[in-house]
């Protein structure tokens, strides 16, 4: 991972300056941060990237079955809260993170815990595509292989089919599968990199920007698919496409200088948001 | 009136939008429906007046003037259909689009009241009621302060518009009940058995005129209900009048 703890000072430090004088107090989240089913549970967590801190005593449920989307204006967290979901700010140097974020009652910063299974636990989808300079077949099988998840040829071709299924991508690639991943289009790459996540059989998929380089169509699609992935996953997804967080998500958390502003039913958070910073922001009003 | 919808007003609710041409576009479709409604006031004053004291130019005046505020009512669906298209409001921005395209139908349908109004001012005319107007002193007072009653709730809520002001579309509400003994005033009187110098015909005339006043109060009420409804996030339609008063002024520490 290339972002270091100065790159990450440095981008908050210059997104806070103007606002520093406004006061960075912590504030109270408005809304319910609970739901009835959760799978993941975060309570107060708190991110440093060394002295400065990029997330403010944050709580928020992921629940089953549904679509979590986290929107906010640059630097305001949002990003670094969803790693946290599976640990991908250890790979950053000197950030420390607090509070308590439990999957399904397990702490995941619980000391004797591997993060490698929790990352297949929790599958992460990024901004850009970025399937392996391998084969449509071999991108996928990638993950299976390495948690031993198969015990056999036939096995591997089954989760692979399945996987390249429910990311809608099947009938697109059968008959090409020994074909290179990156000879896919965007909005394909991304479903590609949706399969080799859900290959490894996760319970939440963490998606960061996952449309914002594909077009209008290719977006659609994905949008799609992140609706009917919801039967059998959970989805925590930050974009900053607030009609695609209106469009894809049934809760919606507003994150603005590391604090969780407000969270709420989406159709609430879009029609008659509670706090005047979650209704400048999604009302184009903000800064 | 519509002068007084300043561009910088568009964001009195929740601030300047980032992109401006945005608070202008809101601003533009606000100003159409104020101008609108300042016009449904002069065409009902006009009408009234026409049957009241008998000025059947000003009936004629009140038919000819009819098509700008339809014509306006076009012009505030177009500006709507761009916000949408163009700004996918969201929040407060959706309510307000939303909100003005409800009062843009009940502005447009007050000013059809008007016409109606003028129309049995030229009626009233052909059957008999000459120049002079009405020979009642009583129903010409009455009708009078049912119009007096209407026009006021309705340039009230139409100043609640212009502000998204609250206070101003409770005391339309708080109007109501004035507005409604007027109306029974004037039922009551068109309604005597023996209502001395007034044929059948006339009475339906005045009867609708009067009708068409009180409705033109409850468009008033309407508009007031989507003030509220803009302002405060509450769809307070079919809600009983007096317990929303109270409630919306205690919610506000009033």
Known sequence: ?287 | MAGDNSLASAGDIAGGHTVRRYDQELAKLRGIILDMGQRVIEQTQAAVAAVVDGEVTQAYRVLDREPQIDFLSLDADEEIFRVIARRQPTAVDLRIVLALSRIAGDVERAGDKAVRIARQALVLREIGIGQGGIPSDALKELLRRLDDQACCMFERSIQAVAAFDVELALGVFEDEPRLFGVSDEARDFLGQEDLAGFTPRQIVCLLTSAHALERIGNHASNIAEQVIYVAEGKDIRYRNREILIETLRRDRGL
């Open chain 1, 1 to 287: 991972m290339s972002t270091t703890v100065d790159d990450m000072s440095r981008r908050i430090g210059a997104m806070s300056s103007a606002e520093l004088a406004g006061g960075r107090e912590s504030r109270v989240t408005v809304g319910d941060v609970t739901c009835a089913n959760p799978r993941m549970v975060c309570r107060d967590v708190d991110v440093f990237y060394g002295s400065t801190q990029a997330i403010k005593g944050v709580s928020l449920d992921i629940g089953k079955n549904e679509v979590v989307s986290m929107i906010g204006p640059s630097g305001c967290g949002k990003s670094t809260f969803l790693r946290c979901l599976n640990r991908m700010n250890d790979t950053i140097d000197g950030c420390r993170v607090t509070g308590s974020i439990k999957l399904d009652g397990q702490d995941i910063y619980d000391k004797g815990l591997d993060p490698v299974p929790l990352r297949a636990q929790v599958g992460m989808v990024f901004q850009k595509p970025n399937p392996f300079p391998k084969s449509i077949y071999e991108n996928v099988a990638y993950g299976p292989r390495i948690h031993g998840l198969t015990n056999s040829k036939a096995e591997l071709d089954e989760v692979i089919e399945g996987s390249l299924q429910k990311a809608g991508l099947w009938n697109e690639v059968k008959d090409r599968l020994d074909k290179p991943g990156t000879g896919l289009s965007g909005g394909q790459q991304q479903r590609l990199c949706i399969a080799r996540t859900i290959a490894v059989s996760p319970e939440v998929i963490l998606m960061d920007e996952p449309c914002s380089a594909l077009d209008p169509i290719a977006t659609a699609i994905i949008e799609e698919l992140i609706d009917e992935l919801r039967a059998n996953y959970s989805i925590a997804i930050v974009t900053h496409s607030m009609q695609q967080a209106a469009r894809v998500s049934q809760r919606t958390a507003y994150f603005h200088l590391g604090d969780l502003i407000e969270v709420g039913e989406t159709n609430q958070i879009f029609t008659n948001p509670k706090h005047r910073l979650t209704e400048d922001y999604i009302t184009g009003r903000f800064g």
